[in-house]
């Protein structure tokens, strides 16, 4: 009967093994980079007013549907097609420069599109009351 307990502990302690790496990808980092991620999707399809939709209140309220296509898309038609993003940093802050105070996570591209190279896109998550990233900012420079 010994060798039951040790056997139920093996297959505890290796489940475990694998559940660890799930619980790695919860961290507030990463669930920030996957909302970015998928609101940059939204944007590199052209599909702006979902893009606004999908923002943080702190976005909506400093820019109506209408401004925002009508920024992104002057700012983004001449640079083509998107051609290549890499992550280069992902900065927890509570208070970046003229937003208000909140749980941020500013993250930052190298983006290479059809016709720039070198642009660096910075975009800037808030968390909400229910626990969702959602993007407070967006710039490429």
Do not use: C, H
Not at 3 to 17: E, N
Request: charged share 15%; hydrophobic share 45%.
């Amino acid at each position: 009967m010994t060798s039951r307990p040790v056997a139920v502990f093996v297959l505890v302690a290796a489940s475990l093994l694998f559940v660890r790496p799930s619980l790695a990808q919860t961290t507030p980092t990463d669930a920030a980079q996957t909302s970015a991620k998928s609101w940059l999707a939204l944007v590199d399809a052209k599909n702006y007013a979902a893009s606004w939709d999908e923002a943080s209140a702190v976005f909506k309220s400093a820019v109506t549907q209408a401004t925002w296509t009508a920024a992104v898309t002057g700012a983004r038609t001449p640079l083509g097609e998107l051609k290549t993003r890499t992550l280069t940093s992902a900065t927890p802050t509570t208070s970046p420069p003229g937003a208000p105070a909140g749980e941020y996570i500013i993250i930052k591209y190298d983006t290479t599109f059809e016709q720039k190279q070198g642009m660096v896109e910075t975009v800037a998550l808030i968390k909400q009351g229910d626990g969702d990233w959602r993007v407070a900012g967006y710039f490429a420079q």
